[in-house]
Nanobody, 115 residues
Framework: QVQLVESGGGLVQAGGSLRLSCAASGSIYSINVINWYRQAPGKQRELVAAITRGGSTNYADSVKGRFTISRDNAKATVFLQMNALKSEDTAVYYC?????????WGQGTQVTVSS
């Protein structure tokens, strides 16, 4: 079993930056991929970025060039550096790994970008 805890959300002005963290515990040896998702009010949850244990990354088109996903394997933590934030980035951000029924999810962290 794996447990995930997000942190780092908050309120920022458009154009600002935040760095989100996803700390993993439990059976971390079984984790091959960590995903960042976000869900805005009234919208479907969408995949924002992903990183593999080996360091391969992928991004949604809407965040390419602005967001960077990275990991610190020694600390079992994945980061999402969010720059040039826009109001459309406002959402609850969740980290996820495909393990267990429906995957394993953190509790989410709120990101609010004011215009």
């Amino acid at each position: 079993q794996v447990q995930l805890v997000e942190s780092g959300g908050g309120l920022v002005q458009a154009g600002g930056s935040l760095r989100l963290s996803c700390a993993a515990s439990g059976s971390i040896y079984s984790i091959n991929v960590i995903n960042w998702y976000r869900q805005a009010p009234g919208k479907q949850r969408e995949l924002v970025a992903a990183i593999t244990r080996g360091g391969s990354t992928n991004y949604a088109d809407s965040v390419k060039g602005r967001f960077t996903i990275s990991r610190d394997n020694a600390k079992a933590t994945v980061f999402l550096q969010m720059n040039a934030l826009k109001s459309e980035d406002t959402a609850v951000y969740y980290c996820n790994t495909p393990q267990g029924p429906g995957g394993t999810w953190g509790q989410g962290t709120q990101v609010t970008v004011s215009s």
